[in-house]
């Protein structure tokens, strides 16, 4: 009778459950999504199916199946299954872990497979403790993080473990996902009758930014507060689909037309020192909720290509930019996005880096490779003294202004010129150096 009462409570507590949490895929085949690491043939998934596991970090986005990629290799291994949250747990409840995991080896010749979700929350003395059992292997480790594992994870961990990088669920990806929920009747809401427009499908996919959970929770919302009409169906249009993803439809298409006219309208603005029409574009993508990588993809390319060496600091400004982009995600990486759009666009502008390697790859290509001088070989190569490798090469620092006119090119490309400095920002104090420097040579 106990044994009655328990399964009514457990299955009135899954039906209760959130429809994401209802439908976390139950094997491998359910999975959608993350094809790079776990599709047909790849190592992780052989690795589950053969219950052959070593320690794992898995590394991303919320909502992209971290979490279910452990609850389905406790469904696919003969280990002791154990878990735990690094927000509750302390070194003590480690420690209970690896003293039941050795008694399970000892008595059992079982492993302990430990899934720690938001494992960067673990301080050193937490991963220290952790870090014997593992090393052992006793404790096959499986770590889930939104934050860069090699920042947030102690090196000799680490070391010990395989990182898996999760990537945000593409809007197909999310679009199946709902798909399935829609259709399951015992999991998801296939006891509803339910029309979605295609309209509504799209916004709610492409709103949810790669996060599952935050589509299925739309998904559900729409559904359960939308009353049938006169035939029994729930109509979910995408004025529905608005209200429950909290966000209004814009026009744009990231597969289409518009979205490559946005784009391209962004980097012309940038290049074209045009800050405010710049700014306009980002915030036009970001209220689109295109992904913080797309645009800074972008900017970095427009600070090489366009400022280049009139202001190197503006690569750096977009590396430090997308970095920070990449750790807080929208809608604080705004600010630091917003940062870098503004400074490339204002910055100097200069492609002479972009034509000097242009240049070059165009020689290298249509010609034969020419032989490295022999003032410039490497002399420390076997044999390479007696054949006089680097024995008239000039050493620059030993010289006044540590410089010294030496050719660096093959002869047959001494008088090639293939970078040519602008007279724009930093780059013009380096055309003047350069001139100075190589000045006696040309006039002789």
């Known amino acids: 009778m106990d044994d009655l009462f328990a399964n009514v409570r457990e299955n009135a507590r899954k039906k209760a459950a959130p429809l994401a949490a209802r439908m976390r895929p139950a094997t491998l085949d359910e999975y959608v999504g993350q094809d790079h690491i776990i599709g047909p043939g790849k190592l992780l998934r052989r690795a589950i199916e053969a219950d052959r596991l070593t320690s794992v970090i898995f590394y991303g986005p919320p909502g992209t199946g971290k979490t279910t990629l452990a609850q389905l290799i406790s469904k696919n291994t003969q280990s002791d299954f154990k878990q735990l949250s690094a927000v509750t747990a302390g070194v003590a409840d480690i420690r209970e872990i690896i003293k039941n995991a050795k008694e399970n080896v000892e008595l059992y010749g079982r492993k302990t497979v430990l899934f720690i979700d938001e494992i960067h929350r673990f301080n050193k003395g937490q991963q220290d403790a952790l870090l014997p059992a593992v090393e052992e292997g006793l404790v096959v480790l ?48 296939g006891d509803y009758r339910v029309q979605l427009t295609e309209q509504a499908l799209d916004h709610i996919a492409e709103m949810s930014a790669g996060d599952a959970r935050i589509a299925l929770n739309a998904l559900e919302l729409a559904v359960m507060t939308t009353a049938p009409d006169a035939s029994g169906v729930r109509q979910i249009d995408l004025a529905v689909a608005e209200e429950s993803i909290q966000r209004s439809a814009v026009v744009y298409d990231k597969d289409g037309d518009y979205h490559y006219d946005i784009i391209s309208a962004f980097i012309k603005s940038m290049r074209g020192c045009a800050p405010d029409a710049a700014i306009y ?54 600010i630091p996005v917003a940062m870098a759009v503004l400074y490339v666009a204002n910055a100097p502008k200069s492609n002479s880096a972009n034509a000097a390697i242009e240049s070059a790859l165009q020689e290298v ?51 090639r010129k293939f970078y040519e400095p602008s007279e724009e920002g930093l780059e013009k104090a380096m055309k003047e150096r350069l001139t100075a420097w190589w000045q006696t040579e040309q006039e002789e």
């Open 281 to 334: 574009w980002l915030a036009r993508m970001i209220d689109a909720g295109e992904s913080p990588e797309f645009v800074m993809r972008r900017v970095l390319i427009c600070a090489a290509e366009d400022v280049g060496l009139a202001d190197p600091q503006a690569l750096q400004v977009a590396v430090a930019a997308m970095q920070a982009a990449h750790f807080v995600g929208w809608p604080e990486a705004q």
């Open 365 to 415: 290509r249509g010609h034969k490779p020419v032989p490295v001088p022999i003032h410039l070989r490497n002399p420390v190569t076997k044999g390479a003294k007696e054949m006089g490798y680097g024995r008239d090469y000039h050493y620059g620092h030993a010289f006044a202004g540590h410089f010294v006119q030496q050719d660096y090119l093959p002869p047959e490309y001494r008088d």
């Open 142 to 189: 499986v770590g889930a993080t939104t934050e860069n594992p090699y920042f947030e994870v102690n090196a000799a961990l680490l070391s010990r473990s395989r990182v898996f990088k999760l990537e945000s669920l593409t809007v197909e990806d999310i679009k199946q996902i709902m798909s399935n929920a829609l259709n399951n009747v015992e999991k998801g809401l």
